[in-house]
Nanobody, 126 residues
Framework: EVQLQASGGGLVQAGGSLRLSCAAS????????IGWFRQAPGKEREALSC????????SYINSMKGRFTISTDNAENTVYLQMNSLEPEDTAVYYC???????????????????WGKGTQVTVSS
């Protein structure tokens, strides 16, 4: 059974940085994609970034490019989301998520996610 444990959220001032971590376990093959979503109050959950377990290719939504970076530490089975230049609009609950039986980050959307981790709150003050 795949398990995802997210951590690293907190309170930060605008312009600051945070690094989220997602400890992953239970993958039996490399055909998966893993990444991050967030959900702000009153808004839909949105995908932010994804990394393929098979070839390490990554994807980001356009508004995150240049500010957020996804990476992995395969030895630690951990996925990170480095978030820089944070803005109050980035305040949300952030979720680690995984989709199995896929080789790419194509269609990395809520409806296609197989496993969710518990969210971690990120609050950016102005």
């Amino acid at each position: 059974e795949v398990q995802l444990q997210a951590s690293g959220g907190g309170l930060v001032q605008a312009g600051g940085s945070l690094r989220l971590s997602c400890a992953a376990s239970g993958f039996t093959h490399e055909d998966y994609a893993i990444g991050w979503f967030r959900q702000a109050p009153g808004k839909e959950r949105e995908a932010l970034s994804c990394i393929s377990g098979s070839d390490g290719s990554t994807s980001y939504i356009n508004s995150m490019k240049g500010r957020f970076t996804i990476s992995t530490d395969n030895a630690e089975n951990t996925v990170y989301l480095q978030m820089n230049s944070l803005e109050p609009e980035d305040t949300a609950v952030y979720y680690c998520a995984a989709r199995i039986k896929t080789m790419t980050c194509i269609n990395f959307s809520s409806a296609r996610i197989n496993y969710w981790g518990k969210g971690t709150q990120v609050t950016v003050s102005s």
